[in-house]
């Protein structure tokens, strides 16, 4: 009864920190305005954006943020930001857009935790007027924002595709180390390579595939349980650097064979990796230029209405090797080390 | 209720022949390492049937090494769940303690970055332990604080940038020999030492006693003359160290000090001691069963993966794993209130 009780009591407790801690959230949100107005005009003064990010423990994602920002406060913008917490948290942004909407921002520039669980939201902004764009992935139907500023993440992950299948290994048995494939992104990058490389899921080739967070200590586990299974896997499919990274070091320590690894992002890190010789091939992606993108549409909308190009504005990726394929554009380590995102 | 369930030798003198053996069966049956332990040899067997590659020495010495930074969480977690406590902020501790390793190592030298890793983990640890023990405030809430503000904190502290590491020193426990195509780690290994330490300080000292009857019953032990606040706070320390540990064997596995890496350590860590049989009700369990618990989480993970089962029913699996061994933990300690 005793453990009844206090058990009742400290369930009471965490309701009531959680309660709290999603008010401070939705406080923290509301004011992290720049209030920097020095280099705008007069009709900037009173415009504020909102920008909704995803969990910045990913570098990438910082930098898109930091990034919008500053284009944003360079236009004489306030700016209220609010990021997911983890991965997938839709809920937190879901909030956050609500108080933007009540605070009477102009636009909001949302890197979506999930495509569909955003889309009622979202037009409830729209309905107000507010022009809602998308950066780094879209909603579903992709319409549901005004626009999409993001890379084509299909065509990232065809050209590592097309890649692998020039430069790789010629006796090819494949590993696919994913992120939740319910993810946009992530989804793109793993059909693509697969339409680059030319096979489908499920081709015999592909002999295991696992789902890792997309860190480096995941991205190891998964490569040494996969290994441990098929100790003939020698071309791997990651879908991003740091489990890119992971993978390299299982492969070091486990492997007998050279393998060759594809990744997707393009951070400072991953391209020192392809300069290294630790991945062969990665695609870059330019999160400045769709924080840009994103805060030009936003200005052309203020002083005119024009809504931006509906669906998705590609802001492009590079293929970054060391080992460049016959007929398949492709910068070497160097250019990438001079455009890549992220602490050099 | 320190030991397991049915005393034995005086009993065991009156009884026939028949009933030793009975009490004997009854006495393996209740030990609460027993259930963990067959849940183990189970998944191995139905793994080795499974896959050609499960049973082998590499395998093996895969699975004990995927274990070692979880594992070496868990022992730290069980001592707080012995007290009726729960560290959420485990796994966070021991990222902040990896990264400031990582970074301190950059232009310093790295025993100086172990030990100061190890200074950042004690006094989190000891935050954890003051608010719990003099504070009097629950460790659930106290913990789930700790594990927001440590996590960004550790992101602030990086700028979420991670750190490769390169140090013999830093990712020694990386490395073992290897006997018979088994590699022995020398982080395995520490990671069994903490465990026979902690069990013998848990099993054979007054210390250990304490620690059970706090978890047990407080009341009861403030009034036998335990001073309660001391050994909570004792525990959230011992359980810091062990974290520092941790940190250690995480730059011994993967060679990178990552703000973002092992977000789900502090539940994994948690789920490998109540399926190690280690009542979250305080005051009942123990280290060795967490090591076996530890090992099921990862053999599962192993093995489903080496059977080509999709990374969703791993979890769904470890998850229906949790939920059965808090419900036989009911039924025991049911059958053995009456």
Redesign the interface.
Known sequence: MK?ALSTA??AR??IA?VAL?SLMLVGACSNSSSGDTSSGGDASKDVTIGIVELN????FF?TLEKNTEAAATSKGWKVMKAEAK?PGDSATQVTAIENMINKGVKAIVLDPANPTALVDVVKKARDKGILVVTVNATLTPIDAADATFATDNEAAGELIGKWAKAVGPADPQIAMLDFDLSDGPSKGRHDGFLKGYGIADGDPLIV?T??T?G???TG???M???L??HPDINLVYTINE?TA??AA?AIKN?SKNPVTIVSVDGAC?GVQDVKDGVIGATAMQFPSKMGTMAVDAIAAYLADGTKPQSGLNDSGSVLITDKPAPGLDSQDSTWGLANCW??K | MIQPAVSGAAVAALESDEGDRRSGWRQLLTHQITGPLAALVVAIVIFSVT?D?FL?A??WS?IA??SVVVGTLALGQTLIILTAGIDLANGAIMVLGSVVIGKVALEGSPLLALLLGLLVCVAVGALNGALVSAGGL?P??VT??VL?AVTAGA?LFT????YPISNGLLTVLGDGPTVGGFTITYGVMLWVGLTVVLGYALSQTAWGTRVYAVGDNPGAASLSGIKVKRILFGVYIVAAVVYAFAAWQ?LG????A???????SNLDSITAVVIGGTSL?GGRGGVYGTLVGALIVVVL??GL??A?I???YQQVATGVLVVVAVGIDRIVRRRQSR
Do not use: C, K, M, W
């Open positions: 453990i009591r400290a407790a965490g920190a801690s910045l423990s990913n570098p910082a983890v295991g696992a789902l967070q860190t480096v200590d190891q586990q998964q040494e349980s996969l441990s299974a740091p990274h992971g070091t486990l890190s992220g602490e | 896959t590659t082998s590499g395998n895969l090494q995927q629950p659930f809430i789930l604080g927001t992101r700028q979420s940038q991670s995480a596995r993967t060679p990178t990552d703000p973002s890496g092992y977000s789900t009700f993970q192993n993966t080496q080509g999709d990374s969703l």
